[in-house]
């Protein structure tokens, strides 16, 4: 659940209502349906979140629920769980890890990471699923490492163009 936030950018409540058939096991992603504003994308799966993703569907509770994730134990056994069970879910081991995250700063983490790792921004735009460019930019942190590599990449150009317009004076 928490890997699907973190390197596909899914909301709590898109993790919640990630149904099998969203899955495309063949070209490693997913579709995401009525995410917020009603709005369907599609994102793509890192192979470590694939492997991951198909250990947990192979040992599920239940192959008639399309829901993907499900209560394990207890009352609700074999439902699908819910958002605020997803929460609950992280708040425990974020207790547990001695962190102060919660499910939306996953999201938050892979925009800032697709971004310091160079992906477009409108790349992450569209996999976050948001319609203004002003929207994402909020989300993503733009490390001084990344601030960094753009300054001497840049100045490196510069630097060519001026030694080359140099040379025909």
Known sequence: MFMLMLRCGL?????????????????????????KGQKDRMVYISRDTYDALAAYVRQRLS???????????????????????????MEYYAKKAGLAISCHQLRHTMATQLLNADA?????????????????????????LKVERDYFKAMEEVMRRTAVNNNFT
């Open 11 to 35: 909301r709590v409540e898109e993790v919640a209502n990630l149904s099998l058939a969203a899955v495309d096991w063949r070209r490693s992603r997913l579709y995401v349906y009525g995410g």
């Open 63 to 89: 192959l008639r629920v399309k829901k993907i994730f499900l209560v394990q134990k207890g009352t609700y056994k074999a439902k699908p769980l819910s958002v605020r069970g997803i929460q609950k879910r």
């Open 120 to 144: 477009a921004l409108v790349s992450i735009q569209d996999l976050l699923g948001h319609s203004r460019i002003k929207t994402t930019q909020r989300y993503s942190k733009v490390s001084n």
